[in-house]
């Protein structure tokens, strides 16, 4: 069976863990995530930081991008093109965020634009992560192409249940530097 078929399948059944998940879980999971992240050196280190918007039952990254932006740290999100092509667009209130591709609140067009070799630090999203920090995607190939020439230090999220012992890789795949539950946190060597 080919990788992205196992891919596809296995995204279906992590999505119907994280539908499973009990409210009060994601909550407390909120919190530990919120925690973890922000006590990193590399998070209190950093000046420039991108981080997606959190929808759905995805592990809040609003209060951390509110955390950052209160601490003076030039807080980006992800504005996105058809093909799988990202930048990184700063933000300076979240109340300027506008919906985009599948409806994903991003940067406005006239957003300034923080240029790949800027940031600092990134946190990045997945469906789940594996204990390497390989990610499984949602599958539109965003992040692997902005990851794979990147420098700064990466960091994905994910809820500790949702943590994988492996996850299908390819070659074109990119391990997250940290990996942050509300239990753990994995530094890739």
């Known amino acids: 069976m080919s990788s992205i078929l196992i891919k596809t399948e296995l995204r ?76 990184a667009r700063e933000v300076k209130d979240l109340n300027i965020l506008v919906p985009a591709i599948l409806g994903i609140p991003a940067p406005p067009d006239e957003a300034p634009l923080v240029e790949p070799e800027k940031l600092d630090l990134i946190i990045v999203p997945a469906l789940a992560f594996d204990k390497s920090g390989y990610r499984l995607g949602y599958g539109g190939g965003y992040y692997d192409r902005y990851l794979s020439d990147i420098s700064a230090y990466t960091v994905g999220i994910t809820r500790h249940r949702l943590l994988r012992d492996e996850v299908p890789r390819e070659k074109h795949d990119v391990a997250v530097n940290c990996l942050v539950t509300e239990e753990i946190v994995l530094a890739q060597p």
């Open 12 to 87: 279906v059944r992590v999505r119907e863990e994280i539908d499973s998940l009990p409210n009060e879980y994601v909550r407390q999971s909120n919190k530990g995530i919120f925690l973890q992240v922000t006590s990193l050196k590399a998070f209190s280190d950093a000046r420039n930081i991108m981080l997606y918007y959190s929808v759905e039952r995805e592990p809040d990254t609003v209060e951390i991008a509110k955390h950052a932006l209160a601490n003076g740290k030039t807080v980006a999100f992800p504005y996105c093109f058809r093909g799988g092509i990202m930048q």
